[in-house]
C-alpha cells in the first residue's frame, strides 16, 4: 500500500482533452482516456485503501480549455466521465481548475457537477473498499483493445452498508445501450436493489438481474445499488474486490 501512497498514476499528465494524440512509435498517448487507462493498468486498483490511495492526476474538471495544461478543453459530459471515474476509482479529487472563473459565474453547470455531494461521497465512502473493472468493450483480451479502440467499460466498487457503486462509461462516439448483468457484478440474480442515480441526485426505480441505461456519447451512467433488505449485502461473492 505504500507503492500506491507515493505513486502517481499515469502514461502522460493529465491533459484537459478526451484525446490529444494518439500513442505511436513510442510517444505515449495522452488525454482523458489514456489517464483512464493508466489507472486500469499501470497500477492495481486493489493498491487504493486507507491512507494510500492510487492518484489519476489533477482534475480538469471545468477548465474548458483555459487551465495551464495542454488541451482544448473538454465537453461538459467529457468533464462529467472524469470527476465520476475518479470518484468510484477513489484517487484523489485534486481540482486543477481556477475557482474564482467559477464564482464570477463562468460556466455554472460545470459547477454544479463539482458540488455534487453524492459523487464526492462515492468518492470518499468510509468503506475504503477498491473498484474493479467488470467488463469492457472490445474484450480484455482482444488485440482491438486499445485506448483508440475500447467504446465501453463498467467499473463497479463495493460501499459502506452493504451498496454497490456502478458505472457504465460510453467512450463511443455513438450513443450507446450498455448493460452489466448481476453475474458480472457477484450478485444473486434474484437480487432486487433500490437503484440511486449519482448524477442526477434521485431514486431511479429498482432492477433485478441487470442494470442498463442508455448513456450519451462520452459520458457516463453512475449508480448506486442498494439492497432492498437492509440486512443484505451486494458485496458479491468475494470476487468483486479482484481487480483485473
Same mark, same amino acid.
Not at 86 to 95: C, V
Not at 189 to 194: R, T
Given at each position: 500500500?505504500?507503492?500506491?501512497?507515493?505513486?502517481?498514476?499515469?502514461?502522460?499528465?493529465?491533459?484537459?482533452?478526451?484525446?490529444?494524440?494518439?500513442?505511436?512509435?513510442?510517444?505515449?498517448?495522452?488525454?482523458?482516456?489514456?489517464?483512464?487507462?493508466?489507472?486500469?493498468?499501470?497500477?492495481?486498483?486493489?493498491?487504493?485503501?486507507?491512507?494510500?490511495?492510487?492518484?489519476?492526476?489533477?482534475?480538469?474538471?471545468?477548465?474548458?480549455?483555459?487551465?495551464h495544461t495542454p488541451g482544448h478543453g473538454m465537453s461538459l459530459n467529457e468533464y462529467r466521465v472524469m470527476?465520476?471515474?475518479?470518484?468510484?476509482?477513489?484517487?484523489?479529487?485534486?481540482?486543477?481548475?481556477?475557482?474564482?472563473?467559477?464564482?464570477?459565474?463562468?460556466?455554472?453547470?460545470?459547477?454544479?457537477?463539482?458540488?455534487n455531494a453524492d459523487i464526492v461521497a462515492v468518492n470518499q465512502d468510509p468503506a475504503a473498499l477498491p473498484a474493479r473493472l467488470v467488463a469492457q468493450l472490445p474484450p480484455f483480451d482482444s488485440a482491438n483493445a486499445t485506448t483508440v479502440g475500447i467504446i465501453a467499460q463498467v467499473l463497479a466498487r463495493p460501499l459502506s452498508r452493504g451498496r454497490l457503486a456502478v458505472l457504465l462509461l460510453n467512450r463511443s462516439g455513438q450513443?450507446?445501450?450498455?448493460? @452489466?448483468?448481476?453475474?458480472?457484478?457477484?450478485?444473486?440474480?434474484?437480487?432486487?436493489?433500490? @437503484?440511486?442515480?449519482?448524477?442526477?441526485?434521485?431514486?431511479?426505480?429498482?432492477?433485478?438481474g441487470a442494470y442498463t441505461a442508455d448513456v450519451p456519447s462520452h459520458d457516463v451512467s453512475f449508480v448506486v445499488l442498494r439492497p432492498a433488505d437492509s440486512g443484505h449485502s451486494l458485496h458479491g461473492h468475494g470476487d468483486l474486490l479482484r481487480s483485473v
Open positions: 500500500h505504500n507503492l500506491a501512497n507515493s505513486l502517481l498514476v499515469e502514461y502522460d499528465n493529465a491533459f484537459d482533452a478526451w484525446l490529444l494524440r494518439e500513442e505511436s512509435d513510442g510517444t505515449p498517448g495522452a488525454g482523458l482516456i489514456y489517464n483512464i487507462d493508466a489507472m486500469l493498468q499501470a497500477t492495481r486498483l486493489d493498491y487504493s485503501a486507507p491512507g494510500s490511495w492510487n492518484d489519476g492526476d489533477m482534475l480538469q474538471v471545468c477548465n474548458y480549455g483555459d487551465g470527476y465520476t471515474v475518479w470518484s468510484i476509482l477513489a484517487s484523489p479529487l485534486i481540482l486543477g481548475t481556477d475557482l474564482q472563473r467559477l464564482a464570477r459565474g463562468e460556466h455554472p453547470e460545470c459547477l454544479a457537477l463539482l458540488l450513443p450507446a445501450r450498455l448493460s @452489466v448483468s448481476w453475474a458480472q457484478l457477484g450478485l444473486s440474480a434474484a437480487d432486487k436493489v433500490g @437503484v440511486y442515480d449519482v448524477v442526477a441526485q434521485r431514486d431511479a426505480g429498482s432492477a433485478t
